[in-house]
């Protein structure tokens, strides 16, 4: 009955991999988010889609990049990794803009 | 551009004292303004939100806020805080010039000791 759901719950990788972060809700929104949080817990927005389209992208690198194949879900897919990606990747949804948004438990991605 | 200051970056208090955590806002269109809760190794989750009406929102676990228009401002408040309380607390606002994404501040630590 999670609401909404990540996987994986913790990521370790090699510097300069590839990997891919998956997020889901079963809550019917129309709105999901990435936030990343940073090692002093600061939270930022990354990007955010709307009936899968894409409404915000921050100054994020190239090198994240979103995919939503349909409203449940909202993936994050990384190339090339830096040191300075480890962080703890959260994914949230809400029924439409501006509406309480849900959060997922994270994923913690520590980059080697 | 909009921006959240929560004032504080750790508050220690006693169990069953009162505390108020405070956050102030900057906007220049009308906000939504939100509090959330990061228990330890935890996702976040809602405690109140301010959307309009009434500016005492009273939310989960016994927290109240209260918008203030003029000095821009929504603190946090409770009564008598229990030991489970210890936790990372943000303010959040949205607005549309942010898309509604929520724009956050730096968080709040509450100690709560016996």
């Known amino acids: 009955d999670t609401a909404v759901s990540q996987t994986p719950k913790y990521l370790v990788t090699q510097m300069g991999n590839d990997k891919s972060i998956k997020c889901e809700q079963n809550?019917?929104?129309?709105?999901m988010y990435w936030y990343k949080q940073d090692s002093k817990k600061f939270l930022k927005i990354m990007f955010s889609?709307?009936?899968?389209?894409?409404?915000i992208n921050e100054t994020v690198p190239n090198r994240f990049s979103p995919k939503s194949p349909d409203k449940a879900h909202l993936n994050l897919h990384i190339n090339s990794l830096e040191l300075g990606d480890s962080a703890v990747y959260f994914c949230?949804?809400?029924?439409?803009?501006?509406?309480?948004?849900?959060f997922g438990p994270g994923t913690r991605l520590t980059v080697l | 551009a909009q921006s959240v200051t929560q004032l504080d970056s750790q508050v220690p208090v006693f169990e069953e004292a009162p505390v108020e955590l405070r956050c102030n806002y900057s906007?220049?269109?009308?906000?939504?303004l939100f509090w959330y809760v990061q228990y330890p190794n935890q996702g976040l989750q809602l405690l109140l939100k301010?959307?309009?009406?009434?500016?005492l929102v009273k939310g989960i676990n016994g927290f109240e806020a209260e918008f203030n228009k003029s000095q821009t401002s929504f603190h946090l408040r409770k009564p008598s805080v229990h030991i489970s309380d210890t936790a990372e607390y943000f303010c959040?606002?949205?607005?549309?010039?942010?898309?509604?994404?929520?724009?956050f501040g730096k968080g709040t630590s509450l100690l709560v000791t016996p």
């Open positions: 949230a949804s809400s029924l439409l803009p501006g509406d309480t948004q849900y």
């Open positions: 809550l019917g929104h129309d709105t």
């Open positions: 889609y709307n009936n899968k389209e894409l409404i």
């Open positions: 906007s220049s269109v009308s906000v939504y």
């Open positions: 301010y959307l309009s009406g009434s500016t």
């Open positions: 959040a606002l949205a607005n549309s010039n942010s898309g509604y994404a929520l724009n």
